[in-house]
């Protein structure tokens, strides 16, 4: 089931955002302190569209931003901040469930492009963003900044 995140999912995201970021740590925030707080900062950007995925608990979260100002595009846009499923919970589709409820989202909030960026290592994730159509827009430092047409 997928519903909207509340301040009580924190204890979920932190737990599931450290697994899904083992081997990936150089694109994460690795203290429990910044994790925190960046959970809080989502949930501030744009609550009606951070997402939760529940199996019993919360093992799946996505945030997409549409108040975002995207510099490249020159507009608003929706921008998805995170994605992270817990790795025992990976491969099972609550990836792309959520994926389709913030591209859902994105559309009801009339957004036209879908703007993330991706560290140039993670290459399941662009594999994964590809499937849902996403294009490769450039690479700055060790980030890949992807976007969809909607």
Same mark, same amino acid.
């Given at each position: 089931?997928?519903?909207?995140? !509340?301040? =009580?999912? /924190?204890?979920?995201? %932190?737990?599931?955002?450290?697994?899904?970021?083992?081997?990936?740590?150089?694109?994460?925030? !690795?203290?429990?302190?910044?994790?925190?707080?960046? #959970?809080?900062w989502l949930l501030k950007r744009d609550p009606e569209g951070f997402f939760t995925y +529940?199996?019993?608990?919360? %093992?799946? #979260?996505?945030?997409?931003?549409?108040?975002?100002?995207? +510099? #490249?595009?020159? =507009? =608003?846009?929706? =921008?998805?901040? /995170?994605i992270v499923v817990h790795p025992e919970w990976q491969g099972k589709g609550i990836g792309t469930s959520l994926m389709k409820k913030a591209l859902d989202y994105a559309k009801e909030r009339g957004r036209k492009v879908v703007e993330l960026w991706v560290g140039v290592k993670n290459l399941k994730a662009i594999r994964f963003y590809k499937k849902f159509g996403f294009k490769e827009r450039g690479v700055f430092g060790r980030w890949l900044r992807m976007t969809l047409n909607l």
């Open positions: 089931m997928i519903r909207k995140v !509340t301040k =009580e999912d /924190e204890k979920h995201f %932190v737990e599931v955002y450290t697994l899904a970021y083992k081997g990936l740590e150089e694109y994460a925030y !690795t203290s429990k302190r910044d994790v925190k707080l960046y #959970f809080r +529940v199996a019993g608990k919360p %093992v799946g #979260f996505i945030a997409c931003d549409c108040n975002w100002f995207s +510099v #490249f595009e020159g =507009e =608003e846009v929706a =921008e998805i901040h /995170e």
